[in-house]
């Protein structure tokens, strides 16, 4: 087994290996991730002004906005072992929030927090990079079966979740100390 150290020197070499390669330009990726950040977000705004309007015309802007993030993030997304197409996706989004969050922050004069909200979206989007680069061992990730919501439930489901049973299964698979 490898140590730490083989570990990271493999890991730095691969990064160099993608740099070499004429097929990859990181550059360009990085500015189609914030572009894909920021679909997301038109999504959202689209959504939102829509309900809060009535007027349906922000649905189907909505829709354009996010065909177009769709072909975006296909240019980055090749692969879809287990569900990485969606954490993609939402470690996206997740790090768009963030960086407006600790905007929001710091213009609020609350410096320091701001600092902790813009690291935690650096490191959401450091988790994007390492999906995408193939950074990590996804070989394990495995597609939840049909009718379960967490890889610790034994039996499919054959009744309808109520609202009870969909809270009590999140809490069980959020349970960090597994």
């Known amino acids: 087994m490898a140590t730490e150290e083989e570990k990271f020197f493999d890991l730095v070499a691969k990064i160099q290996e993608l740099k070499k390669s004429k097929d990859f330009d990181l550059s360009m990726e990085e500015d189609l991730s914030i572009?894909?950040?920021n679909l997301v977000s038109l999504e959202e705004?689209?959504?939102?002004?829509a309900s809060k309007?009535?007027?349906?015309?922000?649905?189907d802007?909505?829709?354009?906005a996010r065909n177009i993030r769709k072909a975006m993030l296909a240019k980055m997304i090749d692969a879809h072992e287990g569900e990485t197409w969606c954490i993609s996706k939402h470690l996206l989004a997740?790090?768009?929030r963030l960086i407006e969050v600790g905007t929001k922050l710091q213009s609020d004069g609350k410096r320091e927090e701001a600092k902790d909200v813009f690291a935690n979206a650096y490191r959401v989007y450091s988790l994007?990079?390492?999906l995408r680069l193939?950074?990590?061992d996804t070989k394990g990730i495995k597609k939840i079966s049909d009718g379960k919501l967490n890889i610790h439930e034994e039996a499919k489901s054959e009744k309808p979740w109520s609202?009870?049973?969909i809270v009590n299964k999140l809490v069980d698979c959020c349970d960090e100390s597994r």
């Open 163 to 165: 609202v009870e049973d």
């Open 128 to 130: 994007f990079w390492a």
């Open 134 to 136: 193939k950074l990590v």
């Open 53 to 59: 309007t009535g007027k349906d015309e922000y649905f």
């Open 45 to 49: 705004h689209f959504f939102f002004t």
């Open 61 to 64: 802007l909505m829709g354009e």
């Open 35 to 37: 572009a894909v950040m």
């Open 94 to 96: 997740a790090t768009m």
